[in-house]
């Protein structure tokens, strides 16, 4: 069942009394676990305390030993939401980072692996300096220019509200949205119509299905250099026309397996091989990050779209391959300008064509303690605030899971794509506007591009 059955009444009912035994307002106490934390966080994490009595053993966790950050959905993350407690459990898990990472620990960007682990975890890919070891799937975690962190993973992004709540056993963070699960590269592409051109070629027999080569080298790991459809119909050669049988080499330069090279992990040059063993370059420049090689050079202008085992790049120029001899559209030495302002952010956006509203942030890292009311009246006004935000999410949340309705309004997921693991078979995904074709017989390249002619 897709619907949360196991959060009744009588549950929510003993989570709220046990919320106003331990706290009557938001507190932190630094001698508890992170568990009893969130319980006595109060009004703000009264959802998540709620979904955790349906996953005893994601609690049992939460209470041992650590240390773990966990960034812990605030109660509005939750209104999209609407899965098992199996499942709930595997999105909290990578929420869920080894290790107690206070805001001054993050640098500028980081890749920590979560707990949650897709079998069969990316053994065998090398990852560039700046990728943490470990077996479970990363997150991106950044620092916003205007203060702040925010985190990230695919195209789903969420800012960081609280800071520093700081627990026996680790550190808490709550953050306004919650993170989809990892997706394979082609369902990354597949999710947003940006990429609509890319996804056809890539799929397409008329060119070597390259989409199934991906999921060949995707439990090794992976690294993609993503083109939009505005970026192939401005900048992809004519001399494709001519020959289509071009088509297969170029976009397969554009595919890197066994590696995965997230933006951070280049300080100055990495290089790599393509899926057909061909040299390619990544280099940073003034605080840019460009790849290529001798013919052709593109910008990186959305990085580190995390992927199922590996990492997708957004590139504003088509790459041609070194032993290929055609004249590109643009300079081969410097980067074309970006094509819209909607994809020119290295930063992790609000939306998959926004840049990110860095939102104020409360440092909570202060040893405030569990405070007791001292009077009759702190008490008794405590609890009716309380008791009101108990019925404002009986009435949003449990009243919904009675009717049959789900806990959640939102139903998490994506459509059964050929590529994808196995993990993803309870995921749905409707893409709107899939109705046209990929050119069979000699045509110019940039009839792809949605509305060209």
Known sequence: MMILKFLTKISVIIFFLQTLLISIITAQDVTK??????????????????????????????KSVGPYTFFAPSNNAFESINATPDEIEQILNYHLIPGKFLLKDFPSISYP??????????????????????????????????????????????????????????????VDKILELPKTPMQTLLQSDRFKSMAKILQSENYGNLADEIAKVNDVGVTILALTDEVIFNSAPKEIAKNLSLINPIFSYHIIPKQIIYSGSVENVVTAKTLKDEIITFTRDNGELYVGNAITKAKIIQADLITYNGVLHVINNVLIPPNIQI???????????????????????????????????????????????????????GGLIMLGGFFLIYKKYIKKAKNNQGLFPYTLGHNNINSQPSHYSNYSHTNSNDNYSIPTTNRDIRSLYIGSE
């Open 33 to 62: 676990n992170l568990y009893d934390n969130i319980v006595a966080d109060g009004p703000q994490l009264l959802a998540l305390g709620a979904v955790l009595n349906t996953i005893p053993k994601f609690v049992t966790t939460l």
């Open 113 to 174: 692996k979560s707990m949650f682990v897709m079998a069969p975890p990316a053994t065998g890919a090398k990852e560039a300096k700046g990728a943490n070891v470990g077996t479970g799937q990363p997150i991106v975690v950044e620092k916003l220019p205007a203060g702040g962190i925010g985190i990230r993973s695919g195209l789903t992004s969420a800012n960081v509200l609280v800071v520093d709540q700081v627990a026996s056993n680790g550190v808490i963070h709550i």
């Open 327 to 381: 004249t590109p559209e643009g300079n081969p030495t410097v980067p074309l300008p970006s094509p819209s302002p909607s994809v020119i952010s290295t930063k992790p956006p609000s939306s998959p064509s926004e840049s990110p509203k860095p939102i104020p942030v409360e440092n909570s890292s202060s040893n405030v303690g569990i405070i007791v009311a001292s009077a009759l009246g702190g008490i008794v006004g």
